[in-house]
């Protein structure tokens, strides 16, 4: 059965109004590539996550002398955490629960996740922040994860190339958003688990990100956290494409505008919709903030600076509270 997707359809050169939704032909994906904040004393908020100096850790049980030999003896599960891992840079134990254990009771799920990361980082695999998210009252359910020196060596062996991933001490800014991004992945994974949606495809930034030539010949990139295409209800022959991107209360609401135009502009050339047969993905804002009251505010604030704004057309974006995401998901661009 062809597979059709459903997403803004409009002139490539002009602002259309009104939905302007129709159909375009393309055949689904089916690859499938967790927000909290941490208690500790991370480095104060800047725009990223800069070099910081790798702490000093403990020796692990026994030295790794063979990695190929390591590589081995890593089951799938093992394998597909590592790269989990790698593609969100962090993700606490829950996610890594949601992501990969997911098949079994919650109970048995954690307690079988938290052995298996406990193996990982003796391996210096994987390896974990000093803060935990819920402070130290959480134990190891509350523990953070990264790539360790030996899950990178062995990720660069496995593609055969590719430089040494340095650990970076993150800012609480730049964590707390990485996390708000893997949250709505694993509420992807979990809405397809439970058959509420279909999920054909999940790229994580950068895989998400679009290079395109701007004005002047400017070479550009348009940066969502995450693209995903989805189909409800499962098996539909309606694709639905979305770049969904979250805000974690951090930044400006003319900020936020800004980004909008960005992808006002990308959508403009035209570069989407002959990936598409004419269809281009909606623009999921998820925000959240330190309070609810707060959060719908910036919500407001944003709606109505993009209904307002004489460039954008307003049936492009969707502005969202983050446990709304599947909803809008299974309504697709009709909403």
């Known amino acids: 059965m062809t597979e059709k997707s459903r997403g803004w359809s409009g002139s490539d050169v002009e602002t259309t109004s009104g939905s302007g939704i129709r159909p375009g032909i393309r055949a689904a994906s089916t690859t499938t590539s967790p ?60 996610q890594i629960q949601a992501l990969h254990f997911g098949d079994l009771p919650p109970a048995s799920g954690l307690r079988t996740a938290q052995r298996v990361l406990a193996r990982l980082r003796r391996r210096r695999i994987l390896a974990s922040l000093t803060q935990r998210i819920g402070g130290i009252k959480a134990g190891s359910n509350g ?17 055969g190339r590719g430089p040494r991933r340095r650990f970076e001490q993150p800012t609480r800014r730049f964590l707390d958003h990485q996390l708000g991004i893997a949250e709505a992945h694993v ?46 209800p499962p ?34 050339q035209g570069v989407e919709q002959d990936r598409s047969d004419g269809a281009f993905p909606f623009v999921i804002w998820s925000m959240s903030a330190d309070t609810e009251a707060k959060a719908e505010r910036r919500r407001a604030a944003l709606r109505e600076a993009i209904d307002g704004d004489r460039i954008l057309p307003a049936h492009l974006f969707r502005v969202i509270a983050p446990d709304q995401l599947i909803s809008i998901l299974q309504k697709g661009v009709e909403v």
Not at 143 to 158: A, P, S
Request: hydrophobic content about 35%; some cysteine; charged content about 25%.
């Open 187 to 232: 509420a992807l994974v979990e809405a397809n688990r439970q058959g509420q949606l279909e999920l054909l495809k999940c790229e994580i930034e950068p895989a998400a990100w679009r290079d395109y030539v701007g004005i002047g010949g400017t070479r550009l990139t348009l940066k969502p956290d995450l693209y995903a295409e989805t189909a409800c």
């Open 235 to 268: 098996g539909s022959e309606y694709v639905d494409a979305a770049f969904i991107e979250v805000d974690m209360g951090t930044e400006s609401t003319p900020t936020l505008l800004r980004k909008c135009r960005e992808y006002e502009v990308y959508r403009r």
């Open 35 to 94: 927000s909290t904040s941490v208690n500790g004393s991370l480095r104060e908020p800047n725009d990223g996550a800069h070099a910081g100096t790798t702490p000093r850790r403990s020796r692990t049980t026994g030295p790794v002398r063979d990695i190929t030999s390591l590589a081995t003896q890593l089951s799938d599960r093992d394998w597909s955490i590592l790269r989990s891992v790698a593609e969100h840079r962090y993700l606490t134990v829950p």
């Open 143 to 159: 523990l953070v994860h990264y790539m360790d020196v030996v899950g990178d060596r062995l990720l660069r062996l496995d593609a």
